[in-house]
């Protein structure tokens, strides 16, 4: 959202929309791997801080993900 302070560094433009940028592995670019958590927490954009960690989707979302690893799928982010 424009209102979001998001570093610019760390954004992508995909069909016209401005949205966070993702690594090789489909992971977002802001997510610090070796602790498993948001590198730029306090300044995450709205729809991070509406997606509730731990919750329901993000446990399907993850199994999704474990599920098609597994299988050599390849995750492709939208």
Request: aromatic share 8%; charged share 30%.
């Amino acid at each position: 959202m424009p209102e979001d302070r998001v570093p610019s560094h760390l954004l992508d433009t995909r069909n016209g929309l401005t949205v966070m940028a993702h690594d090789e592995e489909g992971w977002c670019v802001a997510l610090d791997s070796a602790r498993m958590c948001c590198s730029i927490y306090e300044s995450r954009p709205e729809v991070c801080r509406r997606f509730v960690m731990g919750g329901p989707y993000c446990r399907s979302v993850r199994a999704e993900y474990s599920e098609r690893r597994a299988l050599g799928i390849e995750l492709v982010a939208y």
